[in-house]
């Protein structure tokens, strides 16, 4: 019979512990080629676990650069929280050191944005998905959002490009969690970004580098406080505008192919609203 | 005329416009993937409630209801119902509040757009109708006109935008009835139809009981 001090059998344990979650995980990898396959199955993983949750919500701190034309850089921050139900709500209140205090709803027919530094609102007719809105948003009205990738149904096409060079980089630690870095080269950006070790995949931060912009400006978004099971009522998605709130016009852009193609259809389209 | 005097103060005001502006690069990787539509080929112009607008070959143009266009070399200037319009190389556009169409580039302070425009501190000038500003002068006070809020300082009338996710203040023309306590400097007296007017720049104004009221003088 062997007798084991109480020692021993602690150092048996952890170094059985150790062994199984060591072996429980995937090696690093060592070549290119699975570094590619390594960095798709965390952007697919990070891309289910937000596709598949209902409704979420999350912080966002990012940091971004203006460029003047003489190559200036002058930084700003924003902290935006964040609450998604799919498919066709979203709130988001955004915060930042230019004095921007900023209230957008989307209710699945239309977008509202309401500031509230310099009490005015504005709407936009939206279309009937969060995916459509974004882009709408984005392409259209230029409403800048970059935390956009991680709101379409599918994350992994924003991120997914034939062309692009990269995959997994290493592991890293992003304000206190573990994570995993892939890293991606495209024809208009650079991207890092880093997701969590532990299930659910998700993402810790993604650092954007928007090479095609004069003086390549870096963006910079780290994600916190996410909640997957987040239940949030059709009244969260209801637009609040404060009495004596001033209603401003939205720029709108339209590109010029279609101005080329049909004038009088472009035209008329924003015209009428 | 008005077509010519406007259209000749935008063209000479559009060489200091495109000098410099701020590039903000805060897009989604999905958005800049697809391409931007705010520069290069994707020259952009909005159009108001009632505008109408037209793209040419060195820029797009956008026009008010009773308004035209004119484009030369360095892009195109148009004339909306109250005022001018600038659109550049990568000119941005925004939707006017009386029908016409106005466009511009984005500064961070009017500090910045002096500094790009290389105009000294002190010196009344025109800055460009569209010009969109990150904030508004310091020295900026509030006009409200048919209840909607103006910003003024030293002649131009800011009105404010969404833009690219924020408000920014935006250079419009002078909104008709709006009244300031004060001329800026570099007005002219002037009679039109047998009515004595001070013209300040584009802007007519009239003497009234608060101060001097703008007035559209056909």
């Avoid at chain 1, 984005?138 to 997914?160: K, N, T």
Wanted: proline content about 5%.
């Amino acid at each position: 019979m062997i007798i084991v001090s109480g020692t021993a059998r602690r150092f048996v344990v952890v170094v059985a512990l150790v062994t199984v979650v060591g072996c429980s995980r995937p090696r690093d990898p060592s070549t290119p080629e699975e570094a590619a396959a390594r960095g798709d199955e965390l952007l697919r993983k990070m891309s289910d676990t937000l596709k598949a949750a209902p409704a979420l919500s999350f912080t966002v701190a990012e940091s971004h650069e203006r460029v003047r034309r003489n190559g200036q850089k002058e930084p700003y921050t924003l902290t935006r929280e964040v609450i998604v139900r799919r498919p066709d709500r979203l709130w988001s209140h955004t915060t930042g050191s230019d004095n921007r205090n900023i209230k957008a709803t989307y209710d699945g027919k239309t977008v509202t944005i309401v500031g509230d530094t310099q009490k005015v609102y504005a709407t936009i007719k939206a279309p009937a998905t969060l995916d459509e809105t974004l882009d709408l948003v984005s392409e259209r009205y230029d409403l800048r959002v970059a935390v956009a990738d991680f709101l379409y149904s599918s994350p992994y096409d924003s991120f997914a490009d034939k062309q692009a060079k990269g995959g997994w980089v290493r592991r890293t630690t992003v304000e206190g969690t573990s994570c995993e870095e892939v890293s991606y080269s495209m024809k208009a950006v650079d991207f890092t970004l880093s997701m969590t070790r532990a299930e659910p995949t998700l993402p810790c931060q993604i650092q954007i580098t928007y090479k095609e912009e004069p003086g390549k400006p870096v963006s910079q978004l780290v994600f916190s406080n996410w909640n997957l099971k987040t239940q949030p009522q059709d009244s969260q998605f209801v637009a609040n505008v404060p009495q004596g709130y001033e209603l401003i016009p939205v720029v709108e852009r339209i590109p010029k192919t279609e101005l080329k193609a049909d004038p009088a259809k472009a035209m008329g389209a924003a015209a009428s609203k | 005329m008005r077509l010519n005097r406007r259209s000749g103060t935008c063209a000479a005001l559009l060489a200091a416009v495109l000098l410099t502006t701020v590039v903000q690069a805060d897009r989604s990787v999905r958005t800049s993937r697809r391409g931007t539509v705010v520069q290069g080929e994707e020259r952009t112009v909005a159009v108001g409630r009632r505008g109408a607008a037209v793209a040419g070959e060195h820029g797009a143009a956008a026009v008010g209801p009773r308004g035209a266009v004119a484009v030369d070399d360095h892009g195109a200037a148009a004339v909306g119902r109250h005022g001018a319009v600038v659109v550049g190389e990568e000119g941005a556009a925004a939707v006017g509040r009386h029908g016409g169409v106005v466009v511009g580039q984005h500064y961070e302070s009017h500090e910045a757009w002096r500094t790009a425009a290389g105009v000294a501190a002190g010196v009344a000038t025109g800055i460009a109708i569209g010009t969109m500003l990150s904030r508004p002068p310091a020295a900026s006070t509030t006009v409200v006109v048919s209840g909607t809020n103006y910003m003024y300082s030293d002649g131009v009338y800011y009105a404010r935008v969404i833009n690219g996710g924020a408000v920014a203040y935006q250079v419009v023309p002078a909104p008709a009835s709006a009244i300031i306590a004060t001329l800026p400097p570099g007005c002219k007296s002037v009679r039109v139809g047998g009515v004595a007017y001070t013209q300040c720049g584009p802007t007519y104004y009239q003497r009234v009981a608060t101060g001097y009221q703008v007035v559209v003088v056909h």
